[in-house]
């Protein structure tokens, strides 16, 4: 592609092409002003190229949910949010896609190791213009494709000027367009806290990306960007949003700020903490900034770099997936992660998950009777979710419960019934802790749609050799039984 | 106490309809073997008795959902009778007798063998409605935007909601092509229309193959290679609704 080639090419030394386009703070129109030589030929560039080279250098991003806020339409505006999010499609690796999730611009002033987008990788750059983008919104958001736009970028001239480029979409998009979709903006490390401030009051919920999960594997792999430099935002949003909601309580109509709060996302297994540091970093992230979510990325081998695993490191997909459960049992099932996992159990176990781990391991404390028990030891049985919990609790009010209702009710009996007492059943009696394992393998791994995990994936080793094609799911789960046998 | 009698009921399928025959089934203190609408009578060895629609007897009926089983109730029975599945009015019906019984905590015995089931058949509208709010694909067509669906239940009027809401200054229209049913809103007014042929659309407009192209690459840009999954995809996004997605459809 002989035009990003040229864009690359003035930035192979890591320096912007043209010094004075680093205007001053980076604020005011001035930093809208000409276009460097890179920026040109990405502008210049047909849309549809841009979309799809931005929308491929925002991939790894996960975090594509549109939860969070409820906002009705208005006459003479377009669109509404709708809290539990909704998701318009899926990708061929089954993820949600429920926002134009694209960069403004791939082009980047740093070079953090794990990522397409830096300034020492070869690949073709491109950037939106502000106007473009918003009207592409625009359109794909009248046809339903999408609930919103998800904005981050790669640090083009400076954060700041970064920045301003996003902000200056969100205002064309809130104010001419008069758009009340959803919008999820990530703002860019070192930027100045009063471009913060400015983007919280357009966007619905902010992003900074913490990336990896220790400040030694940060100075390893993103040496542009400090931790100081992460959390620093992240408090700033935190606090600013809190300032917000009081505001909020005195004068209604106060501009709300970030009103779906803010998240970050973390790459699991470019480095090398265990999944207990990694997940007591989730939990103290959740209290001290009080973010809506913490998301996993399962590192994919982009750059061919010592410092990183081989380029042919399968992505570590079923750790992922354990994070994502664990992440559930802090956020709904009130369990802290010291109870999730231990200095002495760093990591999770690869056939069990957590919750079901730790049931195993305080069997001292089942059956419980789900006529009566509270409803914090009701969430805590394999086989009942945070409904069937909630269903449970009314339904006892209105009459007694037996295994029949429980199965309507939404129970998985298969694993609660080794947990609990009720109307007409006493409980399973003695068994051994192996028995009880053998029952509670997460059937997932099994089944077609997560055997790709073990394809993929194994933390014990056992499942599949390096290229050989799973095990069929029998003899996987004679191997499952067998490792955990010997566990117990 | 209503007893089980081997009767069949037959009636046009409305809402108003159904309500028609839970007055007569009140009325007989019966429940009946089936209830069959119209459109899908069955052969079967049971006398078949029509129930006429009745305004005023639905109506009666209706209000003392609100009066005697609550709003819950009314709003469960109201939102399960969008259901598509065979034995609805059955299962709508012997959970009315139930309800009749208990008063307004009936809907909240959620393990009950007569409740349990109604709830299902909500959870089932529910769950594809809110699907359909993010997989609808609308074309602009002369000016307007038209989608295409063909969903498993009756999930028309919960759409209604949402896109008025969503596209306050929009004309739109969405054809259900499995139920034969049209919501057409134009100036914010909507109505629904049932049809007897397909309908004609006009054509898109020049501009609308551009933004398909541009969310089909969209949408292939994003998959990630080293974790593609299509059996979670098809769990997520069963197959059934690809063929009204723009971006999926080439892939059936
Ligand atoms: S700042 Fe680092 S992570 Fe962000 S786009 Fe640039 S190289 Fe990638």
């Known amino acids: 592609m002989a035009i990003s080639q040229n864009g690359r090419a003035a930035w192979r030394d890591g320096k912007p092409p043209a010094a004075q386009f680093i205007c001053g703070s980076g604020r005011g129109p001035a930093a809208f002003a000409p276009l460097s030589g890179a920026e040109r030929t990405g502008v210049f560039m047909d849309l549809m ?27 003479g505006a377009l669109g509404s949010c709708h809290a539990p999010g909704i998701c318009h499609t899926f990708t061929a690796d089954g993820r949600c896609l429920s926002l134009l999730k694209v960069l403004m611009t791939n082009i980047c002033a740093y070079d953090c190791r794990y990522c397409i987008n830096r300034r020492s990788e070869d690949r073709p750059r491109a950037a939106f213009t502000p106007e473009e983008l918003a009207e ?77 999960p220790s400040e030694a594997s940060l100075q390893l792999l993103a040496p542009d960007k400090q931790r100081a430099g992460i959390l620093r935002p992240m408090g700033l949003i935190a606090r600013t949003a809190a300032e917000n909601r009081r505001e909020l309580a005195v004068y209604r109509h106060a501009p709300a700020f970030a009103p779906a709060g803010q998240s970050t996302q973390m790459i699991v297994g470019a480095s090398p903490e265990s999944d207990y540091q990694i997940l007591q970093l989730t939990e103290g992230l959740y209290q001290k900034y009080s973010l809506k979510r913490v998301f996993f990325s399962a590192y994919i081998p982009v750059c061919q770099d010592e410092r990183l695993p081989a380029l042919d490191t399968k992505p570590p997909l079923l750790r992922e997936h354990r994070l994502y459960q664990a992440d559930w049992l802090l956020r709904y099932y009130q369990f802290s992660a010291g109870e999730i996992l231990s200095p002495e159990a760093p990591n999770f176990d690869p056939w069990l998950d957590p919750k079901c781990n730790w049931a195993l391991h305080h069997l001292d404390q089942f059956p419980v009777d789900v006529e009566r028990c509270s409803y914090e030891m009701l969430l805590r049985v394999p086989g009942i979710g945070p409904k069937s919990a909630r269903r449970i609790r009314t339904a006892r009010r209105h009459g007694r419960l037996g295994l029949e209702d429980l199965r309507r009710i939404g129970v998985v009996l298969r694993r609660a019934r080794y947990f609990i007492l009720c109307r007409g059943y006493a409980g399973p009696g003695r068994l051994s802790r192996v028995t009880v394992a053998r029952a509670l393998l997460d059937p997932g791994l099994f089944e077609a749609g997560v055997q790709q995990l073990s394809l993929f994936d194994d933390p014990a080793g056992r499942l599949t050799g390096p290229d050989s094609p799973a095990l069929p799911a029998a003899a996987a789960g004679e191997e499952a039984a067998a490792w955990l046998a010997q566990r117990m | ?190 109505e629904y229309l049932e049809l007897a042929a397909n309908p004609d659309l006009p054509p898109p407009d020049p501009e609308e193959a551009r933004f398909q192209a541009m969310w089909q690459s969209f949408y292939d840009a994003l998959a990630i290679p080293a974790r593609l999954n299509p059996t979670l995809r098809r769990t997520h996004c069963p197959k059934r609704y690809w063929a009204c997605m723009t971006e999926l459809r080439d892939q059936l």
Request: net charge positive; with cysteine; proline share 6%.
């Open chain 1, 49 to 75: 190229e841009k979309l799809t080279i931005l929308a491929d250098s925002a991939k790894y991003d996960v975090a594509c949910t549109s939860s969070g806020v409820d906002r009705g339409g208005a006459p």
């Open chain 1, 136 to 212: 592409l919104t625009i359109q794909f958001y009248r046809r339903n494709y999408i609930e919103g736009l998800f904005l981050s970028s790669a640090v083009l001239v400076s954060p700041d000027y970064t920045m301003e480029r996003m902000i200056r979409v969100l205002e064309l998009l809130r104010g001419p367009h008069r758009f009340r979709g959803y919008i999820h903006a990530k703002t860019i490390p070192g930027a100045d806290p009063a471009l913060v401030r400015r983007i919280g009051l357009l966007a619905d919920r902010l992003s900074v990306n913490i990336e990896l």
């Open chain 2, 1 to 190: 106490m209503a007893c089980a009698a081997d009767v069949v009921y037959q009636y046009d399928g409305s809402f108003e309809g159904f309500l028609s025959c839970v007055f007569e089934s009140f009325l007989r203190k019966e429940i009946p073997f089936a209830l069959y609408p119209d459109r899908a009578v069955r052969p079967t060895l049971f006398p078949v008795r029509v129930i006429p629609t009745n305004p005023a007897r639905a109506a009666r009926v209706f209000d003392s959902f609100e009066k005697k089983l609550g709003t819950r109730t009314r709003d469960l029975v109201t939102r399960a009778f969008l259901n598509d599945s065979p034995d609805k009015e059955l299962i709508l019906l012997r959970f009315l007798h139930f309800a009749y019984g208990q008063g307004p905590r009936a809907p909240w015995m959620q393990g009950h063998e007569r409740v349990a089931p109604v709830l299902e058949l909500e959870k089932a509208v529910n769950g594809e409605a809110h699907l359909l709010t993010g997989f609808v694909r609308f074309e602009q067509r002369g000016g307007a935007l038209g989608a295409v669906i063909q969903p498993r239940h009756f999930v028309l009027p919960l759409l209604r909601r949402h896109f008025c809401n969503r596209y306050p200054g929009e004309d739109f229209v969405i054809w259900d092509k499995n139920h034969q049913a049209v919501l057409a809103v134009r100036q914010g007014r909507a």
